[in-house]
């Protein structure tokens, strides 16, 4: 197979086959001295930004190699950028550091001892990139990350989506591929065809945790119980009313994690004045003597994919009693890396790992 470049100017054969390619001058005898080039294939796939940069520094240092010594020169010409396409600022960037790339839809830049040629304005004619999300790892993101580390292999970004919805989040499909675009530049993920892997769930709990915001809590109500009232019918009611709810992270822990600390139960509700007005609570100014905690938080990431119990209690998802516990204490912080370590073992699949390596790397 043979490729060829859709301008004139850069009329020439290249090989995929071969790692050097060979240009020649139009309107020269092709015999004639100078008229001939050299240079050595640097492939790349579709550019984006981060990408062009990490192409750019290979590029710089063949460059150095080819020009270290006169042998080096004939037994490794200087790089050639072979990429779908080349804006004119890359080509620009290209030029400012002596360097050569042609593209397939006409525009490149040839620089050598003695020669400069350059062509740009050919439009792009493949299918523009999806522009990577600024930061997946905060916002609806969230639920992206919080599915590949559940499971860390799946079919497609389309499956991921589906996979959000059902659990009643709240994501576009156009959302879930930006954020893969830029864990895949990030190196969190990788894919083959369409399947997607989770490669470095280290990377990306400590990227969330890094990017987390706690929860706004708008209103948080200490409240003593009447003394006819249990904690069955409060969850009764919670399920069967119009309220978003589940256990607060730190309790939540408690159930997961196997561990307690002395204070009042946590609850987060979308609507606090909806609770307190179904049961005669009495507030109190004194944590120490509260029955329980009501944290209004109106965010509905706070309620995403909560685990229900048999007796009906809703925990906060494991990612987020994670990212919302504070490890103040040393009886917290061995829970939390317990749960971290539940986490990243959850999503693991041993037999998916031995049949692609290269593909998972390690974890």
């Known amino acids: 197979m043979v490729f060829k470049t859709q301008s004139p100017l850069f009329d020439n ?29 640097v492939e790349a796939e579709r550019l984006t930004a981060k990408k062009f940069l990490k ?27 072979i990429t779908p396409y080349l804006s004119a600022q890359n080509l ?33 004619q493949f299918k523009p990139l999806p522009v990577a999300m600024k930061n997946p790892y905060t916002g609806v993101a969230i639920q992206v990350a919080e ?58 709990l400590a990227s969330l945790k890094k990017n987390h ?17 249990g904690i069955q019918q ?26 307690k600390e002395p204070g009042p139960l946590g609850f987060r509700v979308n609507n606090s004045g909806l ?3 179904a049961f005669p609570f009495e507030e109190t100014h004194l944590p120490g003597q509260a029955d329980y905690v009501f944290e209004e938080v109106t965010e509905p990431l706070a309620y995403y994919n909560t685990t229900i119990l048999q007796d009906g209690r809703r925990l906060s998802n494991d990612l987020e009693c994670y990212l919302e516990v504070n490890p103040d204490n040393e009886q917290r912080e061995k829970a939390i890396k317990s749960l971290r370590a539940r986490i990243i073992d959850r999503g693991y699949h041993e037999e998916m790992r031995k049949k692609y390596p290269k593909l998972f790397g390690k974890l």
Not at 64 to 73: K, P, Q, R, W
Not at 167 to 177: D, H, P, W
Not at 223 to 229: E, G, M, R, S
Request: net charge positive.
């Open 13 to 41: 054969e290249i090989d995929p086959d071969s790692d050097q390619a060979r240009f020649e001058f139009s309107g020269k005898n092709p015999s004639a001295p100078g008229t001939t080039r050299n240079f050595t294939i």
């Open 55 to 81: 192409v750019l520094e290979e590029l710089k240092q063949k460059n150095c190699l080819s020009s270290d010594s006169l042998a080096a020169v004939f037994s490794s010409p200087p790089p050639l950028l």
């Open 92 to 124: 620009e960037t290209l030029e400012q550091h002596n360097l050569s790339g042609v593209d397939f839809c006409g525009n490149g830049v040839l620089l050598g001892k003695g020669f400069f040629m350059m062509r740009s304005g050919f439009r792009n």
């Open 147 to 204: 599915t590949l580390l559940n499971c860390n292999f799946l079919p497609s970004q389309k499956h991921i989506c589906n996979s959000i919805l059902k659990k009643s989040g709240q994501i576009s499909l156009s959302q879930v591929n930006k954020a893969l675009k830029t864990m895949e530049e990030d190196s969190i993920i990788c894919r083959r065809g369409r399947i997607i892997c989770l490669r470095d769930a280290d990377s990306l």
């Open 213 to 229: 915001k706690r929860r706004k809590v708008v209103k948080r109500l200490y409240v003593t119980k009447p003394w006819d009232i």
């Open 234 to 259: 409060i969850i009764n009611f919670l399920n069967n009313a119009d309220i978003r709810w589940s256990h607060s992270p730190l309790s939540s822990l408690h159930y997961t994690q196997n561990f």
């Open 275 to 277: 609770l307190m007005s």
